[in-house]
């Protein structure tokens, strides 16, 4: 993973950047209603986050949506793309495969455990689409490329 100082803060939500060690620290997402970021991800250049409108208490009953975003201008422009599993699957973690962008979504820290969620594995391919490339019966929230 590239260190380009990226970081999310809960406290008032958003994608922040520091280019000082975390001096200071700037809001990159503006205007964004998707703001509870659960990860960052970015690799060759194009910085990728997931979030939610609201938190996970929202979560419990499908009362919230999700989109995600990506970025070639490190964080000048965002594109919300599309991806499977939205409006209500949260992508949580991002790996590469294969030279290929692939990451994990379900629903997390729900205040009462929902057994309906299944997790996906989501593969994006070189045109940039999100394609589902698997399901396990839990939500993804780590895999690692080996």
């Given at each position: 993973?590239?260190?380009l100082g990226l970081g999310h803060a809960v406290?008032?939500?958003g994608l922040w950047r520091t280019v000082d060690g975390g001096d200071s620290w700037n809001r990159i997402d503006r205007g964004n209603d998707f703001s509870y970021i659960r990860r960052v991800f970015v690799h060759?250049?194009?910085v990728f986050f997931s979030g939610g409108e609201e938190a996970?208490?929202?979560w419990v009953?499908?009362?919230h949506a999700t989109a995600l975003f990506e970025s070639s201008t490190f964080g000048r422009d965002w594109e919300r793309v599309s991806y499977p599993g939205e409006p209500h699957e949260v992508i949580e973690?991002?790996?590469t495969y294969d030279g290929e962008v692939i990451c994990g979504s379900g629903l997390f820290d729900v205040p009462d455990q929902?057994?309906?969620v299944e997790g996906r594995i989501v593969r994006r391919d070189e045109e940039g689409e999100y394609h589902t490339a698997g399901r396990v019966d839990a939500n993804v929230s780590r895999i690692e490329a080996i």
């Open positions: 993973m590239e260190n406290g008032e939500g060759e250049g194009r996970p208490p929202a009953n499908d009362e973690t991002w790996e929902r057994d309906d």
